[in-house]
Structures are given as structure tokens and as C-alpha cells.
């Protein structure tokens, strides 16, 4: 069973701090990533995918991704209170699996004032 | 205004009963997913779709039915041989299989 690892937290920080938070993966054959967010009792909502090693950044988000050791991470920069939720990790599976998204079981991310 | 809807938001039934629950996408996306959320855990695949009248098997497809009979849509059945079926069921949409799903609002199913 492949599978992708997340810390389940809660990870707190005080507002307007960095916001760090981890993933890792086993399926070698993974070739795309993405991070989820997902506010008490809603759905899912994308804020980051990465295909390539390195950084990826948009706004306040950056997406890192090591593929030699299989680590993926999210930094939030300035972090404010809306942005506590939980973090949903994806990897989708290679090979003969190809496409299908794999999730960790997202880490609970609260920011205090 | 596109986008993924699911209905209905909330569904109560009783065991035994089968239940079906609705997903419609007009993003025009030719892949379409079902997936299971129990509380505190992360999402788990139970059916997907690649293109109109077919579809795959997920990791926990047991007790579970679909069809892909248009574009547009993909539901779920939830048959009475799902031993635990009260969850948060999420239908999500991709362009194409590989690229980035979004997520509809979700149904939430009780069964009692």
C-alpha cells in the first residue's frame, strides 16, 4: 500500500509567524504533489500542487519538493488566524496506479492571535 | 458559474436501505472521483473515472456502486453491503486523470 505521512498535529503558531508543515511519501513512482486545505465540516480546497524538485510559490504559500527523499512541505508565511484548518497532503501514484491521489491523514494547523 | 455540485447535503436513511448520492461538474472535466472521509482521517479513493461509460475501482470500492453514463455526472450508490456507510462523502473533478482535483461541497450520510 503506498502511502503519504503527515504529522497530525495540532501545529500552533501565533499570527503572523511561519507555518510549517511536512510531508512524506513512499511510492518512488510519484510524480505530482499537492496540498490541500480543509476548514471544519467543509471540502477540500486546493492551494498548491508541485511536479518539480525545489520551490514552488504563490502568494504566501511555498510548496518544497525533494524527491530524492521523498519529502514534500508547505511554509506559510504571515500567518493569520483564517488560516487554521487542517492540511491535506496528496501524492498521485505512478506506475500501474497512475492517477489515482493518495492523501495523508492532514495536520491541524491553528494560528493564535 | 462552474463548478462541482453534490447533493444533498445531508442524507439520513436507515440500514438496509440503499442510497444514491448525486455529483454533477459542468467544468467540463473528463475525470471524475468518489471519495470517503471519516472523522479525523484523510480522504480515502473508492471509485474514479477516466471517461464516460467506465470506471476503476478505488481502495475500498466493497459495498459501493457508480455509473458514468454522461459526462457531467457520476453518482454513488451506497448499497445495503457497506458495513460502516455513515461518512463524508466527497465527489471531486480533473481535467484530465493525473491533474488537479476540485473537490465538490460534499453529502454527509447518516444511516442508522
Known amino acids: 500500500q503506498k502511502e503519504v505521512e503527515q504529522n497530525s498535529g495540532p501545529l500552533s503558531v501565533p499570527e503572523g509567524a511561519i507555518a510549517s508543515l511536512n510531508c512524506t511519501y513512499s511510492?518512488?513512482?510519484?510524480?505530482?504533489f499537492f496540498w490541500y486545505r480543509q476548514y471544519s465540516g467543509k471540502s477540500p480546497e486546493l492551494i498548491m500542487f508541485i511536479y518539480s524538485n525545489g520551490d514552488k510559490e504563490d502568494g504566501r504559500f511555498t510548496a518544497q519538493l525533494n524527491k530524492a527523499s521523498q519529502y514534500v512541505s508547505l511554509l506559510i508565511r504571515d500567518s493569520q488566524p483564517s488560516d487554521s484548518a487542517t492540511y491535506l497532503c496528496a501524492a498521485i501514484a505512478g506506475g500501474t496506479s497512475y492517477g489515482k491521489l493518495t492523501f495523508g491523514q492532514g495536520t491541524i494547523l491553528t494560528v493564535h492571535p | 458559474d462552474g463548478g462541482i455540485t453534490q447533493s444533498p447535503k445531508y442524507l439520513f436513511r436507515k440500514e438496509g436501505q440503499n442510497v444514491t448520492l448525486s455529483c454533477e461538474q459542468n467544468l467540463n472535466h473528463d475525470a471524475m472521483y468518489w471519495y470517503r472521509q471519516d472523522p479525523g482521517q484523510g480522504l480515502r479513493l473508492i471509485y474514479y473515472?477516466?471517461?464516460?461509460?467506465?470506471?476503476q475501482k478505488g481502495d475500498i470500492a466493497e459495498g459501493y456502486s457508480v455509473s458514468r453514463e454522461k459526462k457531467e455526472s457520476f453518482p454513488l450508490t451506497v448499497t445495503s453491503a457497506q458495513k460502516n456507510p455513515t461518512a463524508f462523502y466527497l465527489c471531486a473533478s480533473s481535467n484530465r486523470q493525473g491533474d488537479e482535483q476540485y473537490f465538490g461541497p460534499g453529502t454527509r450520510l447518516t444511516v442508522t
Open positions: 473515472s477516466q471517461i464516460v461509460n467506465d470506471f
Open positions: 511510492d518512488r513512482g510519484s510524480q505530482s
